[in-house]
């Protein structure tokens, strides 16, 4: 059985006056395993309160590194963390908090490759991630191995969260495809404190589920907006069709793209991008013309000059832009200035996209 030393016994006794989590409870967490992926706005409040809380094992993934433009939300880093891999600062700041747990760090993005031992060796799944490629990953290999998985995002004012079980709907139950104006992982805003609230219920739920008490959003939706400050839950409703409620469904990395679509961009059109280093050469010459494919509240509150042509109005007015001369374009992360670049070259432009946009140029 799992003992406390008094420190611990110390540490633990606010839970351990609850009568629904007592002694008992607390055991539990401290022989939980719990897998969090993603170390972002999400994974920050999930992270330092299941740390808090004890659980015994916390495993970290993300493969990216901290940037300025994170402070604003994942509010586990600090300044002094900028250019450092999230999973390796993460794991430091949680074993500073608390020092009776394990806390390990995997600096890879969650893929085909790992996603099936990660999972296998957790008790519970925490998606933190921004992206349905990833979660679609998480969602197939938690119903093959009878894992369940608390789900939550961030849009804007906007958030959700559920849980899901490998008995119940699942989330391609509810998103049989991603909705066609999902955003990527870079362009949407997003009140800062938004994902903080968001964590935090993800890490109340998986408290309750990892000491035995019901959830409030198993097999349903919960849905908040920050703006008007409404809550609604939707119960969900198995899909007949979903092919992973299906009882032979079995995990197949072939069957599926798992990989999300902000990070196959850049690859692929690598020959028509430009690494940040070598903008500021470009950006001197007369041969060239810069062009901001952002939104007119990210353009006015800073930019590089040029021309601006927001992304969603590029196709309408691609008369605007020169014929005769390189069009290098630039946005927040490089995102859709790729996106721009194939709208352009298909329009015979000569485009270029900035690798990294604007969060890489600053870097420098
Ligand atoms: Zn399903």
């Known amino acids: 059985m799992t ?3 008094s420190q611990e016994f110390s540490r633990y006794t606010r839970h351990i006056q609850l009568g629904d989590i007592g002694v008992e409870g607390q055991r539990k967490l401290k022989s939980a395993r ?3 992926v993603g170390c972002g706005g999400l994974g920050a409040p999930v992270s330092l309160y299941l740390a808090a809380a004890g659980v015994g094992q916390l495993t970290l993934v993300d493969g990216d590194h901290v940037e300025l433009s994170n ?3 994942q509010v586990i880093f600090t300044e002094a963390d900028i250019g450092l891999g999230k999973a390796i600062c993460a794991q430091t700041r949680l074993k500073a908090l608390n020092g009776h747990i394990e806390v390990n760090a995997v600096s890879e993005r969650l893929s085909v490759d790992n ?3 990660l999972i296998q060796a957790a008790d519970l799944v925490i998606d933190c991630t921004d992206n349905f490629a990833t979660r679609y990953l998480i969602n197939d290999v938690c119903k093959v191995h009878g894992k369940t998985w608390i789900y939550a995002s961030v849009y804007q004012f906007s958030g959700q969260c559920a849980l899901f079980t490998s008995e119940q709907t699942c989330f391609r139950c509810l998103f049989p495809k991603p909705p066609s104006n999902a955003p990527d992982c870079n362009s949407n805003g997003v009140l800062g ?3 903080g609230l968001l964590g935090t219920l993800q890490a109340t739920e998986a408290i309750k589920y990892l000491t035995g008490i019901a959830s409030g959003v198993a097999n349903a939706l919960l849905l908040i907006e920050a703006d008007t400050m409404q809550m609604q839950k939707i119960q969900l409703r198995p899909d007949e069709d979903c092919p992973c409620c299906n009882i032979n469904f079995s995990f197949n990395p072939a069957l599926a793209d798992y990989q999300p679509a902000c990070h196959t961009v850049r690859n692929e059109h690598d020959k028509y991008s430009l690494a940040a280093e070598e903008f500021n050469q470009h950006q001197r010459s007369k041969e060239v013309v810069l062009l901001d494919v952002r939104d007119k509240n990210e353009h006015d509150a800073f930019n590089l000059g040029g021309l601006h042509v927001p992304l969603n109005e590029l196709e309408q007015r691609l008369d605007e832009l020169p014929s005769n001369k390189k069009i290098i374009v ?3 992360s490089g995102v859709r200035s790729t996106a721009a670049v ?4 298909q329009a015979n432009l000569d485009a270029m996209s900035v690798n990294g946009g604007i969060a890489e140029i600053i870097s420098q």
């Open 115 to 117: 996603a099936e031992r």
């Open 330 to 332: 630039y946005c927040q």
């Open 193 to 195: 404190v938004l994902p």
């Open 342 to 345: 194939q709208l352009l070259r």
């Open 71 to 73: 402070l604003q939300r």
């Open 34 to 36: 719990v897998l969090i």
């Open 3 to 5: 003992h406390f030393n």
